[in-house]
Structures are given as C-alpha cells and as structure tokens.
C-alpha cells in the first residue's frame, strides 16, 4: 500500500469520526478542522484537497449525480471516489478513497479513525454490501 497512503499526511490517519461533521454542516462550516472530527464524506474531500483536487461540499446523493465537479468511471484509479450503500442506491451512502490495488480510504464509525479496508471488506458488513459506483473529481475544474 505505497504510493498515496505513504504520502497520506500524519493528521489525516487521526482523524476521529463524528457523524455530525458532514459537508456543508453547521458545525463544519463554523470550524473545518478535521481535529474535531468528520464522517465519511467530509473526510474524503479533505484528503481529496490536500492532494489538489478539491471538491464542493456536496453529500452522497448530490455527488453521485453530480457531472460538474465529477465523473463516473467503471474502475477505480487512486484518489476515485468509491460509494457503498446496503441497497446500491446514492442517498446516504459512504464514501471511501481507492488508495491502492484493493485498498479504500475511509472514515467511518465502527473503525473510529480513518482504515483500510478491501472490497472484501465492504461487502461482508451489510451497511456497505453493494459498492453505488466510482466517481473521480474532473481535471482543471472551477470549484
């Protein structure tokens, strides 16, 4: 798991989860720092903006349907955004990072702190069975 995990900076693997910290939330928009927590989906843009692709503050549904700051490819290539759901549908779904062959960045509540799971992973726990789809943030876009 080299490359994008080696170069993950050190605050981002102490990230704690708080499901009350999501993108365009009250408390996340009075005090964005990660210190204080995040869920799945704010966690990922973070690590989406450290490494200059940052994305606007959209939730899960508003990102799989989005075409402006996105795009949905059949693979996964580092830094694409996976999202799972128990029913393969968008609204409410988590969202990970493909970090490597087989590896997903992630914050979520039953880990604490961000992990890295496999597909294998996300399909043996019901909440995150069925992966929705890949996103990867567009190339050169305005945010």
């Known amino acids: ?12 693997w102490t ?6 910290r999501y993108p365009g939330s009250p408390a996340a928009t009075a005090d964005p720092d990660l210190a204080l927590g995040g869920n799945c989906q704010l966690y990922a843009y973070e690590v989406l903006r450290r490494f200059g692709r940052p994305l606007p503050p959209l939730r899960s549904a508003e990102l799989w349907a989005d075409r402006t700051a996105t795009l949905r490819v059949p ?19 988590h969202v990970g990072l493909w970090a490597a062959e087989d590896a997903i960045l992630h914050l979520c509540r039953e880990a604490g ?15 995150y069975r069925e992966l929705v789809g890949v996103k990867r943030v567009r190339a050169g876009r305005p945010v």
Do not use: H, K, N, Q
């Open 15 to 20: 990230v704690p989860y708080a499901g009350s």
């Open 1 to 12: 798991m080299e490359g994008l995990l080696a170069r993950l900076p050190a605050d981002l």
């Open 113 to 127: 702190r961000p992990a890295v799971w496999s597909r294998a992973d996300f399909a043996a726990r019901p909440r």
């Open 75 to 93: 693979e996964p290539a580092p830094l694409d955004l996976l999202l799972f759901s128990p029913d393969g549908t968008a609204y409410g779904a």
